[in-house]
C-alpha cells in the first residue's frame, strides 16, 4: 500500500490543523492506522492509532483530549485532527499502516507498521 499524507502547515499555538493520509489500494479497511511524528533531533514518537474496524483508538498522553484520529475506509483515509495546538507539537508527521491485523487490534510501536507515507511538516509558532 502507499500512503500519502497532507494538510500540514504553519499555524499559531492555539490553532487547529487536519491532517489526512490517502492509501492506495482496495484492502484499507483491512489496515490498521496510526500517526507518528519526529521533531528535529528526537525519535519518531507515537501520537494516535485506529483499528480497522469498531474505530477503537488510542492516544498518546501529550495529545490526549486534543487530536482525534479517524478514518474514512469508503474513502481510503484517515485522519488528524489536531486541535490546541503547542509549539512542541512542531514535527513532520507520519501515517501508517499495518497489515495483517487481528479482530480490532490498535498497534503503538514503530516496528508493529509495515507502510509508512512520506510525512508532512506541521509548525506551531508560539
Known amino acids: 500500500v502507499q500512503l500519502q499524507a497532507s494538510g500540514g502547515g504553519l499555524v499559531q499555538a492555539g490553532g487547529s490543523l487536519r491532517l489526512s493520509c490517502a492509501a492506495s489500494g482496495r484492502t484499507f479497511s483491512s489496515y490498521a492506522m496510526g500517526w507518528f511524528r519526529q521533531a528535529p533531533g528526537k525519535e519518531r514518537e507515537f501520537v494516535a492509532a485506529i483499528s480497522r474496524s469498531l474505530g477503537n483508538t488510542y492516544y498518546a498522553d501529550s495529545v490526549k483530549g486534543r487530536f482525534t484520529i479517524s478514518r474514512d475506509n469508503a474513502k481510503n483515509t484517515v485522519y488528524l485532527q489536531m486541535n490546541s495546538l503547542k509549539p512542541e507539537d512542531t514535527a513532520v508527521y507520519y501515517c501508517?499502516?499495518?497489515?495483517?491485523?487481528?479482530?480490532?487490534?490498535?498497534?503503538?510501536?514503530?516496528?508493529?507498521?509495515?507502510?509508512w507515507g512520506q510525512g508532512t511538516q506541521v509548525t506551531v509558532s508560539s
Open positions: 501508517a499502516a499495518k497489515s495483517p491485523v487481528y479482530g480490532s487490534s490498535i498497534y503503538y510501536r514503530l516496528r508493529e507498521y509495515d507502510y
